[in-house]
């Protein structure tokens, strides 16, 4: 804030997951898991808040969630699903409660996207379920209605979208982009 | 005759039509520059029945008068003489409305078809039933009249009929020297190419004199509708997690909107090479991890050592 002014768009991306199966989550995965996806996150966003209700001038949050947070059934796990519902939760009660302050919060949900934390999950996959890593890829593209999975850049058109003047009216919302997997 | 897909334009008597005596073909209709209004659904440049609530109404304007709206009728000018007629063909009016400065008139030509020749070929409907429905007299060319009707040559606003609707169809009109794409309706980011000229976005309601807290360079356009401020205003923005993936390509595309970006991540070296290919103003801030003793770590001494909870926050990088 001392160097740039001001502060118009958060963008809350950072996050952590690993393959794990329901009875393989520990403490300390959960704790991680949390600590980053879903504290980090509304600390980031509380702090965001403040400097663009201090600066008068509104802002854009936006959330980078998942369909788990939706339920959707190929999560790499239950944890990781549960803070990106939290995220979802959190981005409608943050909408209602800034919107006063003319910040608009939404939240993206990406379905399988082609990321390194896509290639670690499918990697981990392997290593847990046996197989090859291009059939692991095969299964995950194959369940996408539109076949095939998100590149990065899908999510940052819409990542744009959220923060430009033609959203102006949209907050409070949880946008899927995956393809068709999950409808919500 | 039922008004369908395309609108009539009868001349009268004071507009000499141009294509008297020429083929029912496609012809140029130019008018000298005189202001008047027309309605898309008549389509007629002055005397004659007015629709009582046409769909489009189209102006000749200057700069950022109003160019279509659904609530006054059509006007016709009184002054004599020919009228300088609008067109309902969209893309042209468009183009050459965003394209002139706003002190210029516009000036429209636009193909015509007589279509109403094929019309007039029709049986009556209204003849006697005992001698059943008969030809009507064809105007045109060939039938020596006067009275030509014609009609654009491809409209592309279908007229529907039934009850008029009361959403607002005003439309936001592109100033000349306005952003493009997606900044088109006030984008926050500085599109490619204008570093300046952007328009701001949401906050609060504005001050008396149209600014917002913290924006500087308002100026009203004086549209009817308003939604017109622009101001000299680049979004400055905050995405963590850049160093790889989704967080790579959203700081880019920020970037290349014109938004500085100030990029967070762990991973310094993958965080300073994404910032340094978006190059300045945009930079980069390394996110820490340190444990945080959380309430339930503190009561529990034994779980000190092993709370692998990371507390975020930022540090310049």
Same mark, same amino acid.
């Not at chain 2, 965003?98 to 094929?118: G, H, K, M, N, Y």
């Not at chain 2, 945080?292 to 930022?314: E, I, K, N, Y």
């Given at each position: 804030?001392?160097?740039?002014?001001?502060?118009?768009?958060?963008?809350?991306?950072? &996050?952590?997951?690993?393959?794990?199966?329901?009875?393989?989550?520990?403490?300390?995965?959960?704790?991680r898991?949390?600590?980053?996806?879903?504290?980090?996150?509304?600390?980031?966003m509380?702090?965001?808040a403040?400097?663009m209700?201090?600066g008068?001038? &509104?802002?854009?949050?936006?959330?980078i969630?998942?369909?788990?947070?939706k339920g959707?059934?190929g999560?790499?796990?239950?944890?990781?699903?549960?803070?990106?519902?939290?995220?979802?939760?959190m981005? %409608?009660?943050?909408?209602s409660q800034l919107?006063?302050?003319?910040?608009?919060?939404?939240?993206?949900?990406p379905?399988?996207?082609?990321?390194a934390?896509?290639?670690?999950?499918i990697?981990?996959l392997?290593? %847990?379920l046996?197989?090859?890593?291009?059939?692991?890829?095969?299964r995950?593209?194959?369940?996408?209605p539109?076949?095939?999975?998100?590149e990065?850049?899908d999510?940052?058109?819409?990542?744009?979208?959220?923060?430009?003047?033609?959203?102006?009216n949209?907050?409070?919302?949880s946008?899927?982009?995956?393809?068709?997997?999950?409808?919500d | 005759?039922?008004?369908?897909?395309f609108?009539?334009?009868?001349?009268? $008597?004071?507009?000499?039509?141009?294509?008297v005596g020429r083929?029912?073909?496609p012809?140029?209709?130019?008018?000298?520059l005189? $202001?008047?209004?027309?309605?898309?659904k008549?389509?007629?440049?002055?005397?004659?029945?007015?629709?009582?609530?046409?769909?489009i109404? $189209?102006?000749?304007?200057?700069?950022?008068?109003r160019?279509?709206?659904?609530?006054?009728t059509?006007?016709?000018?009184?002054a004599?003489?020919?009228?300088?007629?609008t067109?309902?063909?969209?893309?042209?009016?468009?183009?050459? *409305?965003?394209a002139?400065p706003?002190s210029?008139?516009?000036f429209s030509?636009?193909e015509?078809?007589?279509?109403l020749?094929?019309l007039?070929?029709?049986?009556?409907?209204w003849?006697?039933?005992?001698?059943?429905?008969?030809?009507?007299?064809?105007?045109?060319w060939?039938?020596? *009249?006067?009275?030509?009707?014609?009609?654009?040559? *491809?409209?592309?606003?279908e007229v529907?009929?039934?009850?008029d609707?009361?959403?607002?169809?005003?439309?936001?009109r592109?100033?000349?020297n306005?952003?493009?794409?997606?900044?088109?309706?006030?984008?926050?980011?500085?599109?490619?190419?204008?570093? $300046?000229t952007v328009?701001?976005?949401?906050?609060?309601?504005?001050s008396?004199?149209g600014?917002r807290?913290?924006?500087?360079g308002v100026r009203?356009?004086?549209?009817?509708?308003?939604?017109?401020r622009?101001?000299s205003?680049?979004?400055?923005?905050?995405v963590?997690?850049?160093?790889?993936?989704?967080?790579?390509?959203i700081?880019?595309?920020?970037?290349?909107?014109?938004?500085?970006?100030?990029?967070v991540d762990?991973?310094?070296a993958?965080?300073?090479?994404?910032?340094?290919?978006?190059?300045a103003?945009s *930079?980069?801030?390394?996110?820490?991890?340190?444990?945080?003793p959380?309430?339930?770590a503190w009561?529990?001494?034994?779980?000190?050592?092993?709370?692998?909870?990371?507390?975020?926050?930022?540090?310049?990088g």
């Amino acid at each position: 804030m001392a160097s740039h002014g001001r502060l118009d768009v958060v963008v809350n991306n950072a &996050g952590v997951t690993k393959s794990l199966g329901f009875f393989d989550v520990g403490e300390a995965d959960w704790d991680r898991i949390y600590s980053v996806n879903a504290k980090g996150l509304f600390f980031v966003m509380q702090a965001a808040a403040k400097a663009m209700r201090d600066g008068g001038g &509104g802002g854009r949050i936006v959330n980078i969630a998942s369909i788990a947070g939706k339920g959707y059934r190929g999560t790499s796990n239950v944890a990781y699903a549960g803070t990106k519902g939290a995220v979802i939760a959190m981005t %409608r009660i943050a909408a209602s409660q800034l919107a006063r302050f003319g910040i608009n919060v939404n939240a993206i949900c990406p379905g399988v996207t082609r990321t390194a934390l896509f290639d670690q999950v499918i990697d981990e996959l392997v290593e %847990r379920l046996g197989g090859t890593r291009d059939e692991a890829e095969a299964r995950a593209v194959r369940s996408i209605p539109l076949r095939r999975a998100n590149e990065p850049a899908d999510i940052a058109a819409l990542a744009v979208y959220l923060a430009s003047e033609p959203a102006r009216n949209v907050t409070g919302q949880s946008w899927n982009v995956d393809g068709g997997l999950h409808w919500d | 005759m039922a008004w369908a897909t395309f609108s009539d334009v009868t001349l009268s $008597h004071t507009m000499v039509p141009m294509s008297v005596g020429r083929p029912p073909a496609p012809c140029t209709t130019g008018y000298p520059l005189m $202001h008047c209004t027309t309605g898309s659904k008549a389509g007629r440049c002055e005397y004659g029945p007015s629709e009582p609530n046409p769909l489009i109404e $189209h102006m000749i304007s200057s700069g950022f008068a109003r160019r279509s709206s659904s609530q006054p009728t059509p006007r016709r000018s009184s002054a004599p003489g020919r009228k300088f007629c609008t067109t309902t063909s969209a893309s042209a009016t468009s183009r050459l *409305s965003s394209a002139l400065p706003s002190s210029c008139l516009r000036f429209s030509v636009i193909e015509r078809l007589l279509r109403l020749i094929e019309l007039n070929g029709a049986l009556t409907p209204w003849a006697e039933p005992a001698n059943g429905p008969e030809a009507r007299m064809r105007s045109g060319w060939w039938a020596c *009249s006067t009275m030509i009707t014609s009609a654009p040559w *491809s409209a592309r606003i279908e007229v529907p009929n039934g009850p008029d609707t009361t959403a607002d169809r005003s439309m936001i009109r592109t100033p000349c020297n306005g952003p493009v794409g997606l900044s088109i309706c006030c984008s926050p980011f500085r599109p490619p190419g204008r570093r $300046h000229t952007v328009a701001g976005y949401g906050g609060g309601p504005p001050s008396p004199d149209g600014r917002r807290p913290g924006q500087v360079g308002v100026r009203a356009n004086g549209t009817a509708r308003g939604n017109g401020r622009w101001v000299s205003w680049t979004a400055r923005s905050l995405v963590t997690g850049i160093g790889a993936g989704m967080g790579t390509a959203i700081a880019q595309a920020y970037a290349a909107a014109g938004a500085t970006v100030v990029g967070v991540d762990v991973d310094e070296a993958a965080g300073r090479r994404v910032m340094d290919g978006i190059g300045a103003p945009s *930079s980069f801030l390394r996110a820490t991890c340190r444990p945080w003793p959380s309430a339930r770590a503190w009561s529990r001494p034994s779980w000190r050592a092993t709370v692998a909870s990371t507390w975020w926050s930022t540090t310049p990088g």
